[in-house]
């Protein structure tokens, strides 16, 4: 097994240089493998912007010299914290996804599948889809959240392409990452199935932790005062 220090685990944000940078650098220390974050959205047939720009920071790992393994996860539970400003204010949740499902990871787990790739062999050149165990709405996970705060949340649909933004980033976002995330949001409400994979226990040896676990881990964060 390479030595832990020599191993390296890659993101990025909307951009792909600083992943170039990085491999740059990490060749330059001699690092023996890297495990990088990527999404699940590279799936998409055709194709949307954030998964384009997640398989071009793959395509530069690629052609590094250095053994990878490429994590796709799906939407993340911490992803329900961008309710909290109109949570506080409104009581209320925007659903910016209609009907539309998905499959929930918690980043812990995410964290636990990297660890366990980055530190085990037999993956390097490997590409891993994580996903939750539950294939939820949103109105759903509201519900879950709902129930652990002892509370009554109210649900609303999205009225603009503007709104739907906001509802992930409130105080607004780049014209280009605003038309990605509203393309997103439009792919993820035609999918009424939602995708679910059994890759984290295949990988950790336990079931990926429930939606309802996470909000009682972080349900001070969505408390009133």
């Not at 685990?9 to 600083?18: D, F, N, S, T, Y």
Request: charged letters at 20%.
């Amino acid at each position: 097994m390479p030595c832990r220090s020599r191993n390296s685990g890659i993101r990025g944000g909307i951009g792909v240089a600083p992943v170039r940078h990085a491999v740059e650098a990490a060749a330059a220390a001699g690092v023996r493998r890297i495990v990088q974050l990527s999404s699940i959205n590279v799936l998409g047939d055709p194709m949307p912007a954030m998964g384009r720009w997640h398989h071009e920071r793959e395509r530069l790992v690629r052609a590094s010299s250095i053994p990878a393994t490429f994590l796709r996860p799906g939407g993340f539970m911490t992803n329900a914290l961008e309710w909290i400003p109109t949570l506080r204010e409104d009581g209320y949740v925007l659903n910016p996804i209609g009907p539309g499902r998905h499959a929930p990871i918690d980043p812990a787990d995410i964290a636990a599948v990297a660890a366990a790739v980055l530190t085990g062999d037999g993956h390097a050149g490997r590409e891993y889809t994580l996903t939750g165990a539950e294939v939820l709405t949103v109105p759903e996970q509201v519900e879950i959240l709902a129930g652990t705060l002892g509370r009554t949340i109210t649900v609303r649909e999205v009225a603009t392409a503007d709104e739907a933004v906001r509802a992930r980033f409130p105080g607004g976002a780049p014209e280009v990452l605003a038309a990605a995330i509203v393309e997103g949001f439009a792919v993820m409400r035609k999918d009424t199935v939602g995708l679910r994979t059994d890759t984290v226990e295949q990988l950790i040896g336990r079931p990926p932790r429930s939606f309802a676990e996470w909000c009682a881990r972080n349900a001070d964060a969505f408390r009133i005062g």
